[in-house]
């Protein structure tokens, strides 16, 4: 694991790294990223409707192939949700677009 996978982990999408408290807060409901570039950040996706989960993310990061890019993360359709606060499901790296 390089020192960027290494700031990462446990952090949630968006919040930046100097951030006192960059990790999830108590009654938000967040996907935990799995593999490429973002591995083990969490994404809040509080008061995201079903559909809006199954779609997938296609999110910022200067850590993709393409500096400024975006990576694709999609849940896989097999896989239990726990509802509620907390961590409620995964998404799994798909590849990145420019």
Known sequence: MNGDEQLLRGRVYGQDHDV?????????????????????????????????????????TELSRWPGGRALYDPRPDESRTPGPGVSCRFYYSGDTP
Do not use: F
Not at 25 to 30: E, G, K, L, S
Not at 35 to 44: E, Q
């Open 20 to 60: 006192p408290n960059p990790g999830p807060v108590p009654h938000r409901t967040y996907a935990t990223l799995i593999g490429g570039p973002l591995d083990g950040l969490l994404l809040d996706i509080t008061g995201w409707r079903p559909e809006e989960i199954d779609g997938g993310v296609a999110l910022s």
